[in-house]
């Protein structure tokens, strides 16, 4: 990890792979081709999961805003978030990706603006053409799983880790939309904040932060805001002492060595594979405060 103080005192986590710098190009590169953007970012983080770049990238381009992982934050908390974002002029879509997902509010807003931009072209003697979106996104926020529900079937991998996508591809969903779909991307310095949060929610690689300070923050998280779903896992209360805390976790879910032992490097997995399975749900780790995260 490699980290630094700005004037202000925050710390700032340095994490850009070469591949992300690439996409960005790419993406300029071709967004004169893209009529409209789908910006997907994850309901259990609406502040630390959207890119502070993404108006440098697409320029003026009209955007719709997905929060996807709907069903798995806190609705009463990203509520506050979808407001902020409306009050910034974007249309938000909340989403669950799982299950019999109802896409028919983003084909309707997406054939209403293809509709407008169809209108102009004609206006300019230009015919009218299918609408083409880019699918915009930091790592892992169901930017793949998405294209699949549009598209009616599997046409591009996913995984619940980051990089699974690894390059700009055009996939035509039906006979109106057709997507490019870019690998996740990430801007070059994490507040100290974010990055625990993305790291929380697996949107940058493990190796990115300690394993044992992510499982800390959750606990942390949940027993600030979430002292029930803290209760109900885990333990009831944390002690002073973290290790103590992680003791008491790994005897209660059996995380043992052979000799009853608990082992804690499994505790820690558990923790965060926890959050990473959606086994740990109703959470938002971004709390509103005038449109600044704090937590």
């Not at 381009?61 to 407001?83: A, G, H, N, Q, V």
């Not at 044992?212 to 109900?232: G, N, S």
Request: glycine share 6%; with cysteine.
């Amino acid at each position: 990890m490699v980290s630094n103080i700005d004037k202000q005192g925050k710390v700032h986590i340095n994490h850009y792979p070469g591949h992300m710098a690439k996409t960005k190009r790419l993406i300029k590169e071709n967004i004169k081709l893209i009529d409209l953007v789908y910006e997907v970012i994850d309901a259990r983080m609406p502040y630390s999961s959207k890119l502070i770049d993404s108006d440098e990238i697409i320029g003026h381009k009209p955007r719709i805003i997905i929060m996807t992982k709907y069903d798995l934050c806190d609705k009463e908390e990203t509520s506050k978030w979808i407001k902020y974002y409306e009050n910034k002029g974007y249309p938000v879509l909340p989403m669950s990706l799982e299950g019999n997902t109802n896409l028919k509010p983003l084909i309707d807003l997406t054939s209403d603006i293809m509709q407008k931009l169809n209108q102009k072209r004609v206006e300019n003697g230009l015919k009218e053409r299918k609408i083409r979106v880019l699918v915009l996104g930091i790592p892992n926020v169901g930017k793949s799983t998405l294209i699949n529900r549009l598209a009616g079937k599997k046409v591009v991998n996913i995984g619940n880790k980051p990089g699974v996508t690894k390059n700009l591809s055009w996939i035509r969903v039906n006979k109106d939309i057709e997507l490019l779909d870019s690998p996740g991307v990430l801007w070059p310095k994490l507040e100290e904040s974010s990055a625990f949060n993305l790291a929380t929610f697996t949107a940058i690689k493990e190796e990115v932060l300690p394993l044992f300070e992510v499982a800390v923050y959750i606990l942390k998280a949940l027993e600030k805001y979430y002292p029930a779903v803290l209760k109900k896992r885990y333990i009831e209360s944390l002690n002073e002492d973290i290790m103590e805390t992680f003791k008491e976790i790994g005897l209660k879910r059996g995380c043992l060595f052979k000799g009853g032992e608990v082992d804690i490097d499994k505790t820690i997995s558990l923790i965060i594979n926890d959050v990473k399975n959606g086994y740990i749900k109703g959470v938002t780790f971004d709390r509103y405060d005038n449109g600044k995260r704090n937590i």
